[in-house]
């Protein structure tokens, strides 16, 4: 059973930056591969994001290319998403999730941080 713990969430005007960060339990983190994804009131939880056991083929929403980068550290059993020009529209709930590969990374969860864009 792996544990997955969001942090970093929190209020931050348009154009401005955060980051967030999963930590993990167990000595299996590099065997996973990691992803983001959002959900916003009143919609679909969607894909922001994903990394794999290496850290060497991270993919992205079209919405948020070129703002979000999603990394690793697997001494430290963490993922990030660092976000940066964040627009009103990325206001959400984030949660990460872990898999056995990219194409699935979503067999385990954490309990999400919010995210609010105000502006």
């Known amino acids: 059973q792996v544990q997955l713990v969001e942090s970093g969430g929190g209020l931050v005007q348009a154009g401005g930056s955060l980051r967030l960060s999963c930590t993990t339990s167990?000595?299996?983190?590099?065997?996973?591969?990691m992803a983001w994804s959002r959900q916003a009131p009143g919609k679909e939880r969607e894909f922001v994001a994903v990394i794999s056991t290496s850290g060497a083929r991270p993919n992205y929403a079209d919405s948020v290319k070129g703002r979000f980068t999603i990394s690793r550290d697997n001494a430290k059993n963490t993922v990030y998403l660092q976000m940066n020009s964040l627009k009103p529209e990325d206001t959400a709930v984030y949660y990460c999730?872990?898999?056995?590969?990219?194409?699935?990374?979503?067999?385990?969860w954490g309990q999400g941080t919010q995210v609010t864009v105000s502006s």
């Open positions: 999730s872990a898999g056995s590969s990219i194409y699935k990374a979503n067999d385990y």
């Open positions: 167990g000595r299996t983190f590099s065997s996973y591969a």
